[in-house]
């Protein structure tokens, strides 16, 4: 969904290292999330926001750490990189305003394709 | 936690159906959804169905929904070689706004 924007799209880091992932979404929506994608394990959330002062841990925090710098900004950051942090991640948002089934459509970006070395 | 399991992959020939199927053991899902992942991008929602419903039409799209079962299925009628992707089931429960994803189904479309 091109109203949700991850950066970089790839990216190769050594062990140790900091690294952040950026997100931003054009959709207006107060909900955002990370996923990890592992082949065969499915998504698996990281961490969520439901508004700008709102973080909460997902299943696989440990690791990781997120900011939510504005309504429209979440970045995830590796503190120190890990090679089975090596894994396709996701942001995602959604929208609480909007009734039913609308109110759990979760839009995804493209991914970040991270290899830790 | 709750769990959601698929098969891992599913070769058809073109023209064919194609069934995926999905089980999962949050008795208090509420709503399930389809989502389809192309290569090299994001999920999108494909379709989804209500908890109170057991089968849902979408053009070439069927969702079955056996909830004593807690099973899901989604079949695609005459199955074209752009149907060739992941397709993830979810499942929201009754509390919070959390989505349970499956492990992706990746169909394989032969022409």
């Known amino acids: 969904d091109a109203d949700v924007t991850q950066t970089p799209r790839n990216r190769i880091t050594k062990t140790g290292k900091r690294i952040m992932l950026e997100c931003s979404q054009t959709?207006?929506?107060?909900?955002m999330y990370w996923y990890r994608q592992d082949p065969g394990l499915g998504l698996r959330l990281i961490y969520y926001s439901f508004d700008v002062k709102d973080i909460n841990k997902g299943e696989i925090s440990d690791g990781y750490s997120v900011s939510r710098q504005a309504q429209a900004k979440f970045s995830l950051s590796l503190e120190s990189a890990i090679p089975n942090q090596t894994a396709l991640y996701f942001c995602a948002t959604s929208d609480s305003s909007s009734a039913g089934l609308a109110k759990n459509i979760q839009y995804f970006g493209a991914g970040t394709r991270l290899s830790v070395l | 936690g709750e769990d959601v399991e698929q098969s891992l992959f599913l070769s058809v020939r073109e023209g064919d159906s194609s069934v995926i199927n999905c089980t999962y053991t949050d008795s208090s899902s509420t709503y399930l959804y389809w989502y389809k992942q192309e290569p090299g991008a994001g999920l999108q929602l494909l379709t989804y169905i209500f908890s109170n419903m057991d089968m849902k039409q979408d053009q070439r799209l069927t969702v079955l929904l056996n909830k004593k079962d807690k099973h899901l299925s989604l079949r695609i009628a005459d199955t074209q070689t752009g149907d060739s992707a992941i397709y993830f089931c979810?499942?929201?429960?009754?509390?919070?706004?959390?989505?349970?994803f499956g492990g992706g189904t990746r169909l394989m479309v032969k022409p």
């Open positions: 959709k207006g929506h107060d909900r």
């Open positions: 979810a499942e929201r429960g009754n509390a919070g706004n959390m989505l349970t």
